[in-house]
């Protein structure tokens, strides 16, 4: 006998299981199930807006600009690189994400999940100048990195973990709080960002200003005929390198 029950987006199968003697007793299990995202509100005040031009982006709005042919060929590359010079609650950093994660979802196995998974969030990065904002966003990521885990590996992932630790500060040192026209943060310090980069199946990470990204070259004339630029091209600093690791492991930041 099966019966399905469903809870906050959480599905609990109970089993009947017959024993060596011919009784039965019921299994609990959970199936894990990739959550809807909605829609969140488009401002929270007056005020807000007027000392800081704060507008969120709908969610359909989102999903048709990252919609775009180019866009979905990034999003389909782990190592392609975003940057959210704005990123207020994460709108943008939450539908990229989640389909980096779709498509990790569909090109692993469950030996290799925890890696490319890992590999997606690396590629995403965000400023947000409100640490409230910078809080949620934050928070959004990881609800939509353990949710994909659960999905896809239909158990819990553990915050004890080095995946979890991992992803926690990946998310942490990838999405900073800082004012993107000044470079600097609300200390007065220089936006730092981390570059990730694969050495046959460690990572390397080699720490860089945000400023550097545009020393020493006109924004606008930066591959005009691509109409990007490339998040760690012509960097100017002297890197602060790490040893290169296990993907799982970046969390030790163990300093070369």
Known sequence: MLVIFIENKMVIKIEELELFDGSSYQEQKEIF????RKDGHLIKSKNRVQQHGEVFTPKW??????????IQEKIHDLHATFLEPSAGEGAFLKEILHQKLNYVDQISNKTNWKENALWALMSIYAIELLTDNLTRARAAMLEIFVNHYQAFHQKKLSQNTDLCKSAKFIIEINIVQGNTLTYKNSLGELIEFSKWTPEGKLVK???????SL????????????EGQLSLFDDLDDEPVEYVACEVTKVYKEEKG
């Open 205 to 211: 990470r080699e720490i860089f200003t945000y400023k």
């Open 33 to 36: 199930e990739l959550s809807q």
């Open 214 to 225: 545009f020393n020493n070259s006109d924004i606008d004339d930066v591959n005009a005929s």
């Open 61 to 70: 709005m989102v999903e048709k600009m990252l919609s775009e042919p180019s």
